[in-house]
């Protein structure tokens, strides 16, 4: 303090002004749209020079501009639908089946303390299972053909699911529940009016995470025993050593993925319109 | 329609969180609890309303419910408590569907209670759109809706800034004045329980007990912001808690 009231007097000078530099920036995210297209199309486009330059033998990378090459013969052919067509309704009716299941019991043990106390052990003890290693027991129980490739897929999409849902059921604002009873809503309307819709962000995420998984499944399903899908494709350039071929499946695969996540985000904003 | 206590106590466990609680609570008037942080008040205050079971003694209504009152028990809480997927007017329905009140009569009672709390303009606003002044008017609304025999308020302007308390003190009082209501006011706030309290309930700190029950004769539409009747009430209300609350600051929470 003495220090500050002798020294003013002392120097005559008025202190040069200086501007108080900022120092708050960075860790705040903001959408950049257009850079991940950006890194995929320079990847893209450093193998293509690769490969075309001879850097990048063809045994470790096919080029580019081949896998687009056998991409259009693929769909000139016909035959992109015919192993589409069956890998798609496999996805959809696999992945219905077990996300709906699975939101179901999922909100059973939210809402009831004896169905949470019996069914998450087990929950816990099937998720870790890798339910390919099922599919021969599959095949015994739903037969060789679609049966068993649905019931992989619902498995697969069953356990997340469940997982998910109830975390979100906890994760419902308990005074929204508390307001509902004092009002006198009946245990029904709490459920679909403001537990449902309380839970529905978490359950939405979870999808989101399910049903990558189900794409994951649905390979797996096809490479055991179909003789068209995407699976069945892979299965078959991957056995001839057909890179090209290969990664055709792989890209169709990818942009599946794009696909459902696509639904998922219009569900979301469509559902969720009330977050900011 | 008037509620008593008798001989109300509480435990959490092993933990007394209040005793033998004795109070009646008049129809027509506004019953302010007041105490130190952890007394209780709230505790009580869903005990009086049925969200929570007394460990001893019990709540009464006296008499019926008046006729079309949909909820007797009706609670305004302190973080509004609105479902942020309905709009303003969805979240007042909520509370009327139950009820098999549907189409133009709901239409009605939503369009009287939104005018009486001067939120006509937002019936289709949501939640996350609105300040929190605004917030807690939806959250009064939609407690008129019911048509409530008594008004159980939880601390019902502590979340809001000391400006939007002001307006909607005074929002609350022209409100009683037109149409007289029972409440029971739980608050922390000395200023509000003052100014809108016709008998001020003081709690000790834990276990809760009634040290004293201030009555404010002073009509509440003569009460104004700075009274100097009410500051004399308000200090007199401080030195009975003051070394309470100061008690309770120093305790260790084990709840």
């Known amino acids: ?276 | 329609m008037d509620i008593r206590l008798s001989g109300v106590g509480h435990f959490y466990d092993e933990f007394e969180v209040m005793r033998d609680i004795s109070l009646d609570i008049p129809s027509g008037k506004i019953v302010c609890i007041v105490g130190p942080s952890g007394c209780g008040k709230s505790t009580l205050l869903r005990i009086i309303g049925g969200l929570e079971r007394p460990t001893k003694g019990e709540v009464l209504q006296m008499g019926d419910a008046p006729k079309g009152c949909l909820n007797p028990l009706t609670y305004i809480f302190q973080d509004f408590a609105l479902l942020p997927w309905r709009t303003v007017s969805g979240n007042i329905s909520l509370v009327l569907e139950d009820h098999g009140i549907k189409g133009a009569q709901a239409k009605d009672i939503i369009g009287d209670v939104l005018a009486r709390t001067s939120l006509s303009d937002f019936a289709e606003a949501l939640p996350r759109q609105l300040s929190g002044g605004m917030k807690q008017r939806v959250a009064i609304a939609r407690a008129l809706a019911v048509n409530p025999a008594v008004m159980l308020m939880d601390e019902p302007l502590s979340a809001l800034d000391s400006q939007t308390r002001e307006l909607l003190m005074d929002d609350l009082v022209s409100l009683w004045n037109r149409a007289p209501f029972t409440a029971v006011y739980v608050t922390h706030n000395l200023s509000e329980a003052v100014r809108l309290g016709h008998s001020i309930v003081v709690l000790s700190r834990r276990p809760g007990i009634i040290r004293e029950i201030v009555h404010v004769d002073k009509p509440l539409a003569e009460r104004g912001y700075s009274d100097p009747d009410l500051e004399d009430q308000q200090r007199r209300l401080w030195n009975l808690l003051r070394d309470e609350a100061r008690a309770a600051d120093a305790e260790l929470l084990n709840v």
């Not at chain 1, 501007?19 to 257009?34: D, N």
């Not at chain 1, 390979?219 to 995407?230: P, Q, S, T």
């Open chain 1, 1 to 276: 303090m003495s220090e500050l009231t002798k020294s003013a007097p002392d120097e005559q000078t008025t202190p040069t002004p200086r501007v108080v530099a900022f120092r708050g920036g960075g860790f705040a995210p903001k959408p950049h749209r257009w850079i991940g297209l950006a890194v995929f199309l320079i990847l893209l486009a450093l193998a293509e020079i690769g490969t075309q330059t001879g850097f990048i033998t063809s045994l470790t990378l096919p080029k580019p501009s081949d896998v687009l090459q056998t991409f259009k013969e693929l769909y000139a052919s016909g035959l992109l639908w015919k192993h589409l067509g069956p890998s798609l309704s496999r996805l959809a009716v696999g992945a219905a089946l077990g996300a709906s299941f699975g939101i179901g019991v999922g909100i059973l043990i939210g809402l009831f303390s004896f169905i949470r106390a019996g069914l998450v052990p087990l929950v816990a003890a099937i998720f870790p299972i890798p339910k390919i290693a099922l599919l021969p027991l599959f095949v015994i129980w739903f037969g060789i053909d679609e049966g068993s490739k649905y019931a992989l897929i619902a498995f697969g999409t069953f356990t997340p699911t469940v997982v998910a849902t109830y975390g979100a059921v906890d994760n419902v604002d308990r005074t929204l529940i508390r307001m509902g009873q004092s009002f006198g809503l009946t245990w029904f309307s709490i459920v679909r009016k403001i537990v449902l819709p309380g839970a529905m962000p978490g359950i939405l995420s979870g999808l989101r995470i399910s049903l990558a998984i189900a794409i994951i499944l649905l390979v797996a399903a096809e490479m055991l025993g179909a003789e068209y899908g995407i699976g069945a494709y892979i299965l078959e350039a991957g056995a001839l050593y057909d890179l090209e071929r290969l990664f055709v499946g792989v890209v169709i695969l990818s942009m599946l993925g794009v696909m459902v996540s696509a639904v998922i985000g219009f569900l979301e904003k469509k559902l969720l319109r009330w977050r900011s």
